[in-house]
């Protein structure tokens, strides 16, 4: 076998791997489908309400680029509400800057946001999501800094900005 053959039927197998792997869907995903939130609309009512790349984010769990969002940059007091739903999530004073192009928070509100496991792309990380309308707004990792040790890295898009 030539290095070209090598190199050409892993490059198979691996995209096969993402094609039909089972870790690509989130464990998340199908959880989030069993809850039951206080706020519920059908997929066409959640696209008449956002924008097309915050339905992606908040309803398809996707993300946003890196160091792409306004949000990285606020300094303001006030409150980071659910894009969806307004829900308060974070509090300003709890944003700090991870380094990661992302906005962070060392926690959320409380009674705010809810976690669940996550296994797309062959990781497990913790998902985060709105609590009253399950919309998915990033991950929680413990690599953030004290008190809580907690990294809440949250898409830009998924979060309104209320100034207080």
Known sequence: ???????????AVIGGAFAFGPNLTSDGA???????????????????????????ILREEGTEYA????????KRAGTFNCAGCELPLYSSKDKY?????????TK??????GTRKDTKFFMVRTEVHCMR??????HVFDDGPAP???RHCINGLSLKFAET
């Not at 290095?3 to 039927?9: E, M, S, T, V």
């Not at 800057?97 to 928070?105: Q, R």
């Not at 959320?108 to 946001?113: E, I, M, P, R, Y």
């Open 1 to 11: 076998m030539n290095r070209r053959n090598f190199l050409l039927g892993g490059t």
């Open 30 to 56: 199908k959880a989030a489908a069993d809850e039951t939130f206080e706020i519920t609309k059908t997929e066409a009512q959640w696209q008449q309400i956002l924008a097309p790349q915050q339905y992606r």
């Open 67 to 74: 160091h792409s969002s306004p949000l990285l940059q606020e």
């Open 97 to 105: 800057d991870s380094g990661t192009g992302w906005p962070s928070f």
């Open 108 to 113: 959320a509100l409380s009674k705010a946001v």
């Open 133 to 138: 309308c399950g919309g998915h707004l990033g």
């Open 148 to 150: 809580t040790g907690k």
